[in-house]
T-cell receptor
Framework: GIQVEQSPPDLILQEGANSTLRCNFS?????LQWFHQNPWGQLINLFY???GTKQNGRLSATTVATERYSLLYISSSQTTDSGVYFC????????????FGAGTTVTVRA | DAEITQSPRHKITETGRQVTLACHQT?????MFWYRQDLGHGLRLIHY???????NKGEVSDGYSVSRSNTEDLPLTLESAASSQTSVYFC???????????FGQGTRLTVV
């Protein structure tokens, strides 16, 4: 199956700081999603971004499919941004099943 | 609003019992998935379905089964619960293959 690697595994930020999370994947993909798992365990959809760039408020994401990576940017972080961020990819080669990375745990301190 | 719901949210069961977790979506999505989430393993795919009467095994399917008799529901059955199946279970759905998937709230299952 497709290998998905996320970095860094852990990130501690001061409120107001900016950060970049990275997702590398081993094969061509047709689907790439970023999720935020909040402290209550809910998986919140952030972006569906198999290619290109999208922005939603303080969050933005870029996927460079030809180079097999995606980046999630958090600007002006807030304590509510704390949680685990997952990247998940799907490919025709893997019957379009979503394969998840191990996640990046983000802690934003006030 | 259309949504995907899981029930129960929490369950404690005994080793050897049969357990069924429910997943219901109102989006009329063709595709439905079951994942489990464990510390150190992230989310792993158990079973998935790309339409009524279609079911497929994921990477950790041993000890689990699913059936898809209608578009809205994909129940997950643990035939004989084991302590190794203590986990948080997530159901997801997507409209067509390769499109955005949406997750339910999760079910925390404890097998004692």
């Amino acid at each position: 199956g497709i290998q998905v690697e996320q970095s860094p595994p852990d990130l501690i930020l001061q409120e107001g700081a900016n950060s970049t999370l990275r997702c590398n994947f081993s094969d061509s993909v047709n689907n790439l999603q970023w999720f935020h798992q909040n402290p209550w365990g809910q998986l919140i959809n952030l972006f569906y971004i198999p290619s290109g760039t999208k922005q939603n408020g303080r969050l933005s994401a870029t996927t460079v499919a030809t180079e097999r990576y995606s980046l999630l940017y958090i600007s002006s972080s807030q304590t509510t941004d704390s949680g685990v961020y997952f990247c998940a990819v799907g490919s025709l080669l893997n019957d379009y099943k979503l394969s998840f990375g191990a996640g990046t745990t983000v802690t934003v301190r006030a | 609003d259309a949504e995907i719901t899981q029930s129960p949210r929490h369950k404690i069961t005994e080793t050897g019992r049969q357990v069924t977790l429910a997943c219901h979506q109102t989006w009329n999505h063709n595709n439905m998935f079951w994942y489990r989430q464990d510390l150190g393993h992230g989310l792993r795919l158990i079973h998935y379905s790309y339409g009524v009467q279609d079911t497929n095994k994921g990477e950790v399917s041993d000890g689990y089964s699913v059936s898809r008799s209608n578009t809205e529901d994909l129940p997950l059955t643990l035939e004989s619960a084991a302590s190794s199946q203590t986990s948080v279970y997530f159901c997801a759905s997507s409209e067509v293959v390769g499109t955005e998937a949406f997750f339910g709230q999760g079910t925390r299952l404890t097998v004692v």
